[in-house]
């Protein structure tokens, strides 16, 4: 932070920040902030001491390496770098430097040694590494030079990452009977669909079938392909609002007050932007698929990047809830045929998912100037395609692995349970009364939505029964339904 308020930047503050201290070298937590604090022995005196400070201690913040590069004096960088050009720490500045400006220092490429990572993976989640002659780094970003955002490793993100919650789904799946599996996904896959569409405040209507459809193939859709977002928009959304391309107008999402005034939750990437945001969001999406990414982390980063760009007028809510899928079946995470309702997860619990995007929105509009005229139209006054480029997506990646975990032990696990124990409701109730299958699962069924009883207004569809008959299937049900959750659709 020092280096920002000298630089006088305006840029969004790192998640971590460090400080000087009288006392032991402690850590504390405020506001969701990380303050680690050093003894006065460790205060750098210069400019350039603090930056060395930050490579050397910090984890990366690309957002404000990106700042302070563009407005540090070059000949600063080149005089440490060619004091300490084989230092771990002055190369991974120099190539930072290069890689976000995209200027070249005056300095020799390092001479032999050995070849270090660019990310600490202790610090950071990192992609799949590629070599850097120049500065003899394996470049482990998520991203590139033009678009990244970084994930750090966290003491809630490594429990996470450390149960192998796709091992336990993927137990859960091989130890069910295939026809109960195959209803529990029909009925997952209809239950995603539904939640998308209600978070944005929706019924799907005629659309449910199409966008039931194209999460079945999520694994397989073409996220490098401008077009196929753009057949996928059309696809779920009203078709008076299909786009033919990327949208080419100011958006925001906000709320209208009662003067009629718009009170901005979120201001979109200017319009001339989108593209070229788009474009290196697939760069990054070409990483992210690369063996041994942490999928719940490349799920983040990708589907929450896409929502922030917001590169339709409608549909990127769906289509960032539908990116998870693509993003968690392409990488193996899911079990092969299943989905996680991650969607009806994010609707049970709205407050959060709204307050992760909150996060975000809070953290870049201070740096947004726009007006809006009479008829709710906005324009952006200065650049900001760099506060959507670099990001943290380490919050985003914690709360989507909350919901990955929720939706295999609340969701699927407990609609395998449900159907295993519905069909033995069924098997008890045909030993009671030998009657058909159909008849003895509707029967179930008026008894579950009941509570345990057939209620009036359904005895008459039953009228071949005997009292003492219904009193039994009604006892038998009862005992046999226990505990088990009845879900609210039944």
């Given at each position: 932070?020092?280096?920002?308020?000298?630089?006088?930047?305006?840029?969004?503050?790192?998640?971590?920040?460090?400080?000087?201290?009288?006392?032991?070298?402690?850590?504390?937590?405020?506001?969701?902030?990380?303050?680690?604090?050093?003894?006065?022995?460790?205060?750098?005196?210069?400019?350039?001491?603090?930056?060395?400070?930050?490579?050397?201690?910090?984890?990366?913040?690309?957002?404000?390496?990106?700042?302070?590069?563009?407005?540090?004096?070059?000949?600063?960088?080149?005089?440490?770098?060619?004091?300490?050009?084989?230092?771990?720490?002055?190369?991974?500045?120099?190539?930072?430097?290069?890689?976000?400006?995209?200027?070249?220092?005056?300095?020799?490429?390092?001479?032999?040694?050995?070849?270090?990572?660019?990310?600490?993976?202790?610090?950071?989640?990192?992609?799949?590494?590629?070599?850097?002659?120049?500065?003899?780094?394996?470049?482990?970003?998520?991203?590139?030079?033009?678009?990244?955002?970084?994930?750090?490793?966290?003491?809630?993100?490594?429990?996470?990452?450390?149960?192998?919650?796709?091992?336990?789904?993927?137990?859960?799946?091989?130890?069910?009977?295939?026809?109960?599996?195959?209803?529990?996904?029909?009925?997952?896959?209809?239950?995603?669909?539904?939640?998308?569409?209600?978070?944005?405040?929706?019924?799907?209507?005629?659309?449910?079938?199409?966008?039931?459809?194209?999460?079945?193939?999520?694994?397989?859709?073409?996220?490098?392909?401008?077009?196929?977002?753009?057949?996928?928009?059309?696809?779920?959304?009203?078709?008076?609002?299909?786009?033919?391309?990327?949208?080419?107008?100011?958006?925001?999402?906000?709320?209208?007050?009662?003067?009629?005034?718009?009170?901005?939750?979120?201001?979109?990437?200017?319009?001339?932007?989108?593209?070229?945001?788009?474009?290196?969001?697939?760069?990054?999406?070409?990483?992210?698929?690369?063996?041994?990414?942490?999928?719940?982390?490349?799920?983040?980063?990708?589907?929450?990047?896409?929502?922030?760009?917001?590169?339709?007028?409608?549909?990127?809510?769906?289509?960032?809830?539908?990116?998870?899928?693509?993003?968690l079946a392409r990488l193996g995470f899911t079990p092969l045929g299943v989905l996680l309702p991650v969607s009806a997860v994010m609707l049970r619990d709205r407050r959060s998912y709204d307050a992760v995007l909150a996060g975000y929105a809070s953290s870049i509009s201070p740096f947004i100037k726009y007006t809006l005229d009479p008829d709710g139209r906005?324009?952006?006054?200065?650049?900001?395609?760099?506060?959507?480029?670099?990001?943290?997506?380490?919050?985003?990646?914690?709360?989507?692995?909350?919901?990955?975990?929720?939706?295999?032990?609340?969701?699927?696990?407990?609609?395998?349970?449900?159907?295993?124990?519905?069909?033995?409701?069924?098997?008890?109730?045909?030993?009671?009364?030998?009657?058909?299958?159909?008849?003895?699962?509707?029967?179930?069924?008026?008894?579950?939505?009941?509570?345990?009883?057939?209620?009036?207004?359904?005895?008459?569809?039953?009228?071949?029964?005997?009292?003492?008959?219904v009193a039994s299937i009604e006892s038998a049900v009862r005992s046999v339904m226990g505990s088990a959750e009845i879900p609210a659709d039944l």
């Amino acid at each position: 932070m020092r280096v920002v308020n000298e630089l006088g930047l305006a840029v969004p503050p790192p998640a971590t920040r460090s400080e000087v201290l009288a006392g032991a070298r402690r850590t504390r937590i405020a506001d969701g902030i990380i303050f680690e604090q050093y003894p006065p022995i460790y205060a750098p005196k210069t400019l350039l001491g603090h930056l060395k400070f930050a490579m050397r201690h910090e984890a990366i913040d690309l957002a404000v390496l990106h700042a302070v590069f563009s407005a540090l004096d070059r000949r600063l960088l080149e005089s440490w770098i060619r004091k300490e050009q084989t230092g771990l720490f002055a190369r991974r500045a120099w190539y930072l430097y290069e890689l976000l400006t995209g200027t070249t220092l005056d300095v020799d490429d390092v001479p032999p040694t050995g070849y270090a990572d660019l990310l600490d993976p202790k610090r950071h989640v990192t992609g799949a590494p590629f070599r850097v002659r120049r500065q003899l780094l394996n470049d482990n970003l998520l991203g590139n030079g033009q678009y990244c955002p970084l994930i750090r490793r966290t003491d809630l993100l490594s429990h996470f990452t450390q149960r192998g919650l796709d091992q336990q789904a993927r137990a859960l799946v091989e130890g069910c009977d295939p026809n109960v599996l195959a209803r529990a996904v029909n009925y997952l896959y209809t239950k995603e669909t539904r939640s998308s569409y209600a978070i944005e405040g929706e019924l799907p209507g005629d659309r449910s079938e199409r966008f039931v459809a194209a999460l079945s193939i999520a694994a397989d859709f073409d996220a490098l392909d401008t077009s196929g977002f753009v057949r996928l928009q059309n696809t779920i959304v009203d078709p008076r609002y299909a786009e033919a391309d990327w949208r080419s107008v100011q958006n925001f999402v906000g709320q209208t007050r009662r003067d009629f005034t718009e009170h901005v939750h979120y201001v979109c990437p200017k319009p001339e932007d989108v593209r070229p945001l788009m474009q290196s969001w697939m760069d990054m999406l070409r990483r992210l698929y690369q063996p041994k990414i942490d999928p719940v982390c490349a799920a983040a980063a990708a589907s929450f990047g896409f929502v922030f760009i917001h590169p339709f007028g409608d549909g990127n809510g769906r289509i960032h809830r539908f990116l998870i899928h693509h993003l968690l079946a392409r990488l193996g995470f899911t079990p092969l045929g299943v989905l996680l309702p991650v969607s009806a997860v994010m609707l049970r619990d709205r407050r959060s998912y709204d307050a992760v995007l909150a996060g975000y929105a809070s953290s870049i509009s201070p740096f947004i100037k726009y007006t809006l005229d009479p008829d709710g139209r906005m324009t952006v006054h200065n650049a900001t395609a760099p506060l959507y480029r670099y990001w943290d997506a380490t919050p985003f990646a914690e709360y989507l692995y909350g919901c990955v975990e929720q939706a295999i032990h609340h969701d699927l696990e407990e609609e395998i349970g449900f159907l295993n124990v519905f069909d033995h409701a069924v098997r008890r109730t045909m030993d009671i009364v030998d009657m058909p299958d159909r008849r003895a699962s509707l029967l179930v069924r008026f008894i579950l939505q009941n509570k345990g009883k057939l209620a009036l207004n359904k005895r008459d569809h039953f009228a071949e029964l005997q009292d003492d008959e219904v009193a039994s299937i009604e006892s038998a049900v009862r005992s046999v339904m226990g505990s088990a959750e009845i879900p609210a659709d039944l």
